[in-house]
């Protein structure tokens, strides 16, 4: 008899069920043996075979990273943070006895409008850059601090001190601040921005987004980059350290931790955070600045009294200047140096005491680093030849910077290129210069000149190039002006203009 024919079916159950357990458990017991055995091999091996860095390349990793730990222990305690309040106060209706006033208005001695006080924050750095006795004075942007009711200053320790406007450089985006206190802060060392190179280390250090004391690392990109914000006449230096709101303000410094920019603005796409291109201002640029502001509660800057502009390579090649680099004096003020020392609308400004103007921001900048009272050579072709011209720089203000109606003659002609003649619609054989521009309120305005004019003549003398119109100007002596011209295909002639 089998063991199955002696077992009862309850037991036969049991029996089974057993044999499965130990089966299954036997199993199990293998898989894991297996699975583990290789694991352990290469824990072993690696035990045995670890990664070897070569000592030399350790060596230059780690002298690195003592440099940036060395910079960020010596820039961090004079990088501050920039706190401002802006407040302003808007007058909004006023309706407390409804439905009364509501329907017929307020009651005599009642006021009909209450004013609503509206605060908003901001946020930027700022560097510490001067001391006289217990007063600090701490370099930022004036775009931080523009508007601004209330300044106060944090330092890395997170203490708050309240601060005071001391004066601003709108054309170079620059201010200064002042705090009083008997705390110590270590002063920024003022490097050498002139001797920045493309691929130098640069160290980005202030508060993005509010993150107290942040540092990044990357290089220098470029440097002589124009094109920030409208009217800031800085050359500046590009890099790759990422920076974003509220790094502007703080340093850009080099791996001796001496600061060579203030960070300032970044190119962004639409998400406005950092993408790898960011613009500092040289140093060397807001030294003089700073002095002025503390000494005078401004900046102060040449005025040569020329509109500058940067001239394309079809009005250069009309005025026999082509492959130059420099910019167009399109016009000249009146009774301004420029006009006193003899340089004339057309000119093309190449160089100031010797040294290359390489655009109108370069040549802005240049000028406006000379004192009233110092005599300038630039070196400017007119027709087609160098020659140098010596100027006595005056003050620049606002004021007659901003006075179109001495701006002589307040007309920008174009030549007739193939693009000229389809924009302003010229018939193909017409001869003379297309009006590309007529400065509000100056003589051209004032005497009838619109843009899309064609002009044909000056003071009679007919016009037919570039080199035309501006001999013509530079060697009238009559002092007066008046324009021939064509528009909707007839002939007319200005008003005539007397200086």
């Known amino acids: 008899m089998n063991i199955s024919q002696k077992l009862s079916s309850k037991n036969l159950f049991v029996f089974n069920l057993v044999l499965v357990g130990v089966i299954f458990g036997f199993s199990l017991a293998f898989l894991s043996f297996s699975c583990s055995t290789p694991r352990t091999s290469r824990t ?43 407040v302003r106060r808007q007058q909004l209706p ?22 609503r006080e509206y605060r908003s924050q901001g946020m930027g750095s700022g560097i510490v850059i001067r001391r006289n006795g217990d007063t600090y004075y701490i370099l930022t942007n004036n775009h931080v601090v523009e508007g601004a009711s209330e300044i106060s200053l944090v330092d890395m320790d997170g203490t708050e001190y309240p601060a005071e406007l001391i ?27 002139d001797t920045v ?73 639409n998400s406005g955070g950092s993408v790898g291109l960011g613009f500092a201002i040289p140093i060397n640029n807001a030294k003089r600045a700073v002095d002025d502001i503390i000494s005078s509660g401004s900046a102060t800057y040449g005025w040569l009294g020329v509109s500058l502009v940067d001239a394309d390579r079809d ?62 050579v630039f070196t400017v072709i007119r027709n087609g030849q160098a020659q140098d011209v010596r100027v006595r720089i005056e003050k620049r203000t606002e004021e007659v910077a ?20 389809s924009a302003f619609s010229v018939d193909k054989n017409a001869q003379g210069l297309v009006v590309s521009q007529v400065l509000a309120d100056s003589p051209a305005d004032v005497i009838g000149l619109r843009r899309g004019d064609l002009i044909t003549g000056i003071n009679g003398e007919t016009v037919r190039n570039l ?19 064509v528009r909707s295909g007839s002939s007319l002639k200005t008003l005539e203009f007397e200086r």
């Open 44 to 86: 072993a091996l690696a035990e045995e075979s670890p990664v070897v860095i070569p000592q030399g390349a350790l060596e230059t990793a780690e002298g690195l990273q003592t440099a940036f730990r060395s910079v960020a222990e010596k820039v961090l305690p004079s990088v501050v943070e920039i706190k401002t309040v802006s």
């Open 402 to 421: 901003a006075d179109n109606k001495s701006l002589w003659p307040g007309v920008m002609p174009y030549p007739l290129t193939d693009e000229a003649r």
């Open 167 to 193: 004066g601003t450089d709108d054309r170079k985006d620059l201010a200064v601040v002042s705090v009083k206190t008997n705390n110590s802060f270590p002063l920024a060392v003022l490097g050498d921005s």
């Open 94 to 115: 006023n309706y407390p006895g409804i439905p009364w006033e509501f329907f017929f208005g307020p009651q005599e001695g009642t006021p009909d409008s209450r004013e």
């Open 315 to 376: 009005f250069l090649a009309a005025l026999s200047a082509a492959g130059k680099r420099g910019a167009l004096a399109s016009q000249v003020f009146i009774n301004s140096p420029a006009d006193k020392g003899g340089i004339r609308p057309g000119d093309f400004i190449t160089h100031v005491d010797g040294r290359e103007a390489r655009d109108s921001t370069s040549l802005s900048r240049m000028v406006g680093d000379l004192r009233a009272g110092d005599q300038a």
């Open 197 to 269: 190179r493309v691929g130098d280390w640069a160290i980005a250090v202030g508060n993005p987004l509010g993150f107290m004391s942040s540092v990044t690392m990357g290089i220098v990109s470029a440097v002589g980059r124009t094109g920030g914000p409208a009217g800031n006449i800085n050359d500046f230096i590009q890099t790759d350290t990422s920076i974003n709101q509220g790094n502007s303000g703080g340093a850009l410094v080099n791996i001796r931790g001496e600061v060579i920019g203030i960070n300032t603005w970044i190119a962004s796409n």
């Open 467 to 485: 080199q035309d119109f501006y001999r013509i100007l530079r060697d009238n002596t009559s002092r007066k002006l008046w324009f021939n011209f």
